[in-house]
């Protein structure tokens, strides 16, 4: 047996690797490599040293470095890739370089200046998972930063890595569409403290995950889903949106502050235990002016009584804030799914549904499944609707008229099984406008929803959509400033600016419309509605050149943009205006 000592330590391993090396150097290998020289110099090895990591190795297109922290090398990653897509906003698409980086922690072997073992070969297969621009780590990564760092990371599930024998749990920070697009994108220092709204307002933020399961944390983000939704129905209540609740996830949060960025007077937070069939949660409702806890209590019982739970908290925290509300105000609350498993399927569902292809197809599969266990489901036929609706637009369907038609039908589906399933009337209006010319049906339908529901953000979007579609670009924009305003940072605001840019163009403010759709970028680089509006709105301020870029960055991402396929119902005024601007930009009919 050999006495040769092997030094080993515990460590965090940083891998990067520059996404299409070969193919950026034949096209310009001097300009690439200066390229990737100056970003060493000026971005990539002063982070590291910020975050006291050690380079090991470069590897010309690419580095192995140590850190002793789990929470400096996510903190490094992410600065690299900020930096990183920063340097690229005015860089051509083919010339762009981008980054993929991997982090796993666990033991490593150090031979001289270098280190060997599983932990560096996991950190490797996990930069080869990242997408570009993106980080993907490993479970133990994950457990270690949770709570520590202000980044929320997606669950991908068990993937299999080359070489090594276990499946792994892999976790990322999403890059395109699929996002949660910038989960924690919260205000910038400097911002200015929204004014409060005339009425009490609240924000539910997330609920801890206490079940000591990360895969339960989908059935905690649920129950706060409930919540917004009862509280929501209160018409004396503003009631900040979920996806703006949600940037707080996992971070240690000051009530106060929130309370000021998301310009409201009170805070409930709380927690889940979910275990052996049984639901414990405990939540406490803080004057975020003040500081000072105004309730606190908490709640037990099976989970076959977990709808019942929800109302009673949602019943409590109202009376804590308007105690003259009468409690028979409930009776408004959207109709709860009656089969759990069901329901779990469709939180599940609507945790997936993205705008890419493959998240919108695993979305469909649940709710479709979820509508088979319970047929009397209106959040699972709407979900279902909205996979079909999708498709459509997005051109992902083989038969956009069939898949039109399925959608219509499961939203008045769920409108017969709910008739006050708010979100579900205003898609089918918004959908209405969309695809036929009974516009009058169309704005009955989104006015009616947001008279039921006036503070649901996602209801706001589809009456400004549907108003849009209706040839009402002023009325189109009130509604999108009133979603922006519930939700000030949605991460899913991209389509809400692109819309606000297309009704813009109607009202012939295309500066507005040029800044509006480059917000829509910014947020989203993968919208391809975004692309649409910038090259309308630049065509017509003559702005040629910046209009060609706009149409390359379309085209990249809808090679077979034709405008009468894309673009429903050109006749109205408040589009022909935008369709002429993609006929001067250059796009085929």
Not at 284 to 304: K, N, S, Y
Not at 347 to 375: K, M, N, V
Not at 391 to 396: D, K, Q, S, V
Not at 450 to 460: E, G, Q, Y
Request: net charge negative; aromatic share 6%; with cysteine.
């Amino acid at each position: 047996m050999s006495s040769e000592h092997v030094e080993r330590r515990l460590a965090a391993i940083l891998a990067a690797d520059v996404v299409g090396s070969c193919r950026l150097i034949g096209i310009d290998e001097v300009g690439t490599l200066a390229r990737l020289k100056a970003l060493r110099k000026t971005l990539f090895d002063p982070k590291i040293s910020e975050h006291h990591g050690r380079i090991v190795k470069n590897t010309g297109d690419g580095a192995l470095v140590e850190f002793a922290s789990v929470v400096d090398a996510v903190r490094c990653a992410v600065e690299v890739q900020r930096g990183v897509a920063k340097r690229n906003t005015d860089v051509p698409q083919d010339k762009r370089i981008e980054l993929r980086i991997g982090i796993h922690v666990g033991d490593i072997i150090i031979e001289a200046d270098d280190i060997f073992g599983d932990g560096v070969n996991i950190a490797v297969r996990l930069e080869g998972l990242a997408e570009p621009g993106g980080v993907s780590i490993s479970d133990d990564a994950h457990r270690q930063i949770r709570g520590k760092v202000d980044i929320t990371f997606e669950d991908t599930g068990s993937r299999s890595l080359k070489n090594i024998a276990e499946p792994m749990r892999v976790w990322r920070i999403p890059t395109g569409p699929a996002v949660p697009f910038v989960p924690n994108r919260l205000p910038p220092d400097d911002a200015e403290p929204l004014a409060l709204p005339d009425k009490p307002s609240i924000a539910v933020l997330p609920f801890q995950n206490m079940s000591g399961d990360p895969e339960q944390d989908y059935f905690a983000d649920g129950m706060v889903d409930e919540i917004i939704t009862a509280l929501s129905r209160f018409k004396s209540l503003f009631v900040i949106a979920r996806n703006s609740s949600f940037t707080y996830k996992g971070r240690a949060v000051d009530i106060k502050q929130v309370g000021r960025e998301l310009g409201v007077r009170y805070v409930l937070e709380g927690s889940v235990r979910k275990a052996a069939g049984k639901v414990r949660i405990a939540g406490q409702l803080i004057d975020a002016m003040t500081g000072a806890h105004l309730w606190a209590d908490r709640f037990e019982g099976d989970l076959t009584d977990v709808f019942a739970l929800q109302d009673e908290v949602a019943v409590n925290v109202v009376s804590a804030i308007q105690p003259k509300l009468l409690q028979t105000e409930m009776a408004l609350a959207a109709r709860r799914p009656n089969n759990f498993s069901a329901y779990d399927l469709c939180l599940r569902a609507q945790h997936l549904l993205s705008w890419t292809r493959d998240g919108s197809a695993e979305s469909f599969r649940l709710a479709s499944r979820a509508l088979e266990i319970d047929p009397r489901s209106s959040f699972a036929a709407t979900l279902a609707a909205e996979c079909h609706l999708r498709n459509a637009r997005l051109g992902w369907a083989a038969d956009p008229k069939s898949e039109i038609a399925e959608g219509l039908r499961l939203l008045r589906l769920a409108l017969s099984i709910d008739g006050n399933a708010t979100f579900a009337l205003s898609v089918l209006g918004n959908a209405t406008a969309s695809f036929s010319d009974d516009y009058d049906t169309a704005r009955e339908m989104v006015d009616r929803a947001v008279t039921l529901n006036p503070n649901s953000s996602r209801v706001w979007d589809q009456r400004g959509f549907a108003y849009l579609m209706a040839g009402q670009p002023e009325e189109a924009i009130r509604s999108f400033e009133r979603r922006i305003r519930l939700s000030p940072f949605d991460p899913l605001l991209f389509s809400t600016f692109a819309g606000m840019g297309v009704a813009f163009i109607g009202l012939r403010r295309f500066d507005e419309a040029v800044s509006a759709a480059r917000k829509a970028a910014r947020q989203n680089p993968l919208y391809p509605f975004a692309y649409r509006c910038l090259a309308s709105a630049l065509a017509h301020l003559g702005r040629e050149a910046e209009a060609r870029e706009a149409v390359a960055g379309l085209l990249e991402l809808e090679p077979g943009f034709r405008i009468s396929e894309r673009v429903p119902h050109g006749d109205l005024p408040g589009l022909q205006l935008y369709i002429d601007g993609l006929r001067k930009a250059g796009l085929p009919e």
